[in-house]
């Protein structure tokens, strides 16, 4: 069981609740709108598909040969051995029909726009690592993360809790896209040297350890000025829910600059867990007192 735990990557898990999380907020905020069956239907089926392409990362970069003895991240469970890549298989394919699962609930209330949202989120949980073009070899891994863990994410929790596709959604969705992306600009920056040796793609190794310290900056400083379109809405308070994250990101930028990859980077890699969940619980009282 800790195996499975460590296999889930539960630093990488405010990735998926944080879009549920704010996108209810926001919908509540709008509309008045709020069902508990729904939002919990959606963040557990979103979890799940995030813990279902962390196990089916760890096998398919074993089997590709992208996790070394010289990787500076957290152990992998398929390459250190502590679990057969079988095994890693059976629990991604698991957590995928438990996500399964709560979109049939989701489909009875919203109907086909549902499937839509699933399909594709479910084949990518797998396509991100493997099938015939990984994102994650191809440097796309932070396009898909804005895409998915952004837009999608907060867009179609909206849409779940009002049955309406709202504009505000879309603000919501690039600015918790882009600071989800900082999680991973940190993680291919500390395997930029591994990934380079083993084929993996990453926007890191296209571009080289400036840009991908400079990505970082972008995506922290895009996400805080993109608040400032909440005016055009009439909800400016909403503006200064970045506040947190860009101070955040700016002391994780400072790390990155100065420290060389190691194991320091996966402290920079939990702040950026704290940066998305800070955003989050700042917006979320904004919303509630005004």
């Known amino acids: 069981m ?4 460590l296999a889930a990557r539960p630093k990488t898990l405010p990735a998926a609740i944080v879009p549920v999380w704010a996108g209810c907020v926001l919908a509540w905020k709008v509309t008045g709108k709020f069902d508990l069956i729904l939002a919990l239907c959606t963040v557990l089926g979103s979890i799940a598909i995030q813990i279902a392409t962390n196990f089916f990362n760890d096998a398919i970069d074993s089997h590709k040969g992208a996790d070394t003895e010289k990787r500076l991240g957290p152990k992998r469970m398929t390459a250190s051995g502590m679990m057969t890549p079988a095994a890693v298989i059976r629990w991604a394919l698991g957590f995928l029909a438990i996500a399964v699962a709560c979109g049939a609930v989701l489909y009875h209330a919203r109907g086909w726009p549902i499937i ?34 952004g837009f999608v994410a907060v867009c179609g929790t909206v849409f779940i809790q009002t049955g309406l596709w ?9 600015q918790i896209g882009l600071l989800s992306a900082v999680m991973i600009s940190i993680n291919n920056l500390r395997d930029r040297d591994e990934d380079m040796q083993t084929g993996k793609r990453t ?53 990155v600059m100065t420290t060389p990859p190691g ?16 955003f989050a619980g700042l917006f979320h009282f904004l919303a509630v007192w005004r």
Do not use: D
């Not at 800790?2 to 735990?5: E, I, L, V």
């Not at 194991?263 to 800070?278: D, E």
């Open 263 to 278: 194991p320091a980077y996966n402290r920079y890699l939990a702040l950026g867990g704290l940066q998305l969940i800070a």
């Open 166 to 174: 709202l504009p505000e959604a879309l603000l919501l969705g690039a």
């Open 203 to 255: 926007m890191a190794v296209r571009l080289g350890r400036k840009y991908g310290i400079a990505i970082i900056w972008a995506e922290t400083h895009l996400a805080m000025f993109l608040g400032l379109v909440w005016y055009s809405f009439g909800l400016l308070p909403l503006a200064i829910a970045g506040a947190p994250a860009l101070l955040l990101g700016l002391r994780i930028v400072l790390g």
């Open 2 to 5: 800790k195996a499975c735990f």
């Open 116 to 149: 839509a949202i699933g399909i594709p989120s479910l084949f990518l949980s797998y396509g991100y690592t493997g099938g015939p073009f990984p994102l994650a070899y191809r440097g796309m891994g932070e396009i898909f993360v804005v895409l998915f863990f």
